[in-house]
């Protein structure tokens, strides 16, 4: 591993979503960046996508000179100090791909997953070298959302996880240690504790959808950014925090599984934004002003 993680050349495999951006980050904050794509059509896109986002946020365009697409998978990692896949959520697919980046590496490469759901062991389980390999869950979009969680194993050693957190940090992202490699890592599963109560009231027939939605961004959605749930536990008291459990917690919902509800809305072809239909129905007009409205928002507060 490069001794100084902010000289660290950076090699990002799959120029999607997630992989254009993660490049577009970590070229802004002076990296070197390689990046490739078993597709030629996303890799040949990709710097004109961070290009174009650099742009739309009023930041160094001269950045983009800094990514190099690679055709090939060797040529993108034989000099990098990390490498961070983000190609499609498919476990094969990411055992097989890490399997052949260990055979171009050097033996002090970083590599890192950013798999949304799937545990790290299982991705890197077969590596010759478990001890460098870690996941870096990103938030989309890369260069908006601060958050990087960063993932360790069994088999991760402290120094591993230490030199990514410092190379996040110094990239102006904000990583948080995961200790354990737990599905939702962190994030994740605070995120969907919340989505799970939130269809359970929509499915009893307590509110409708835009209700449960319109309840949390006029209430504790407004004190979120500066008050966490265990500060906001703290500032009210962990004693009045235990009386509210004792009469909440049997009421919410516990079930181990999907909702019900959820499941019939999927069988249905109910897909969200996808088909004009999900909890509620979305026009394409509707659907382009709430995208607008959250990049608008998340523009508003980036650090
Ligand atoms: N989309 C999100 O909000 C989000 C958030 C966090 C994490 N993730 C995770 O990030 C990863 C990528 O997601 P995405 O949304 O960017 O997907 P995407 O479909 O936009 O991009 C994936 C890219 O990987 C490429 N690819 C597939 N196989 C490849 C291979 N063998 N070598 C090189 N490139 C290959 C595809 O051509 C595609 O361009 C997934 O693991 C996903 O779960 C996604």
């Known amino acids: 591993m490069a ?33 490739t794509d078993s597709v030629v ?5 990709a710097k004109s996508r961070i290009a174009a986002n650099l742009r739309d946020l009023g930041q160094d365009e001269t950045a983009v000179t800094r990514v190099q697409p690679c055709v090939g998978l060797a040529q993108a990692v034989r000099d990098a100090d990390y490498v961070v896949e983000a190609v499609s959520e498919d ?10 980046i260990e055979r171009h590496v050097r033996p002090d490469t970083i590599l ?3 798999t949304s759901v799937i545990p790290i062991t299982s991705i890197m389980q077969g590596l010759a070298k478990r001890e460098r390999a870690l996941g870096t869950h990103w938030w989309n979009p890369p260069f908006l959302v601060p958050l990087v969680e960063v993932i360790e194993t069994q088999w991760t ?5 230490a030199w990514t957190m ?12 995961v200790k354990k490699d737990v599905p939702g890592f962190i994030g994740n599963r605070l995120q969907h504790a919340l989505w799970r109560e939130a269809i359970s009231l929509v499915e009893q027939g ?10 949390v961004k006029a209430s504790f959605g407004r004190r979120l950014p500066v008050l966490g749930p265990l ?9 009045l925090t235990l009386a509210i459990h004792n009469i909440v917690l049997p009421a919410i919902d516990s079930r181990p599984g999907p909702s019900p509800y959820l499941q019939k809305l999927v069988a249905d072809g109910k897909l969200g934004f996808k088909s004009g239909e999900g909890f509620r129905k979305w026009s394409p007009d509707e659907q382009a002003a709430l995208r607008a409205k959250l990049v608008q928002h998340l523009k508003t507060v980036r650090d």
């Open 41 to 45: 059509a996303s890799l040949d896109a």
């Open 112 to 114: 890192a997953s950013n």
């Open 231 to 239: 500060e906001n536990a703290d500032l009210v008291g962990t004693d």
């Open 91 to 100: 476990l094969p697919l990411k055992q097989k791909l890490f399997a052949e």
């Open 157 to 161: 050693t402290p120094e591993a996880v």
């Open 3 to 35: 001794t100084d993680p902010a000289q660290a050349r950076i090699a990002v495999i799959g120029a999607g979503l997630m992989g254009h951006g993660i490049a577009q980050v970590f070229a802004l904050a002076g990296h070197a960046v390689t990046i």
């Open 166 to 177: 410092k190379l996040h940090e110094t990239a102006g992202k904000k990583p948080a240690r």
């Open 206 to 215: 307590i509110c409708d959808a835009e209700t449960v939605d319109a309840v």
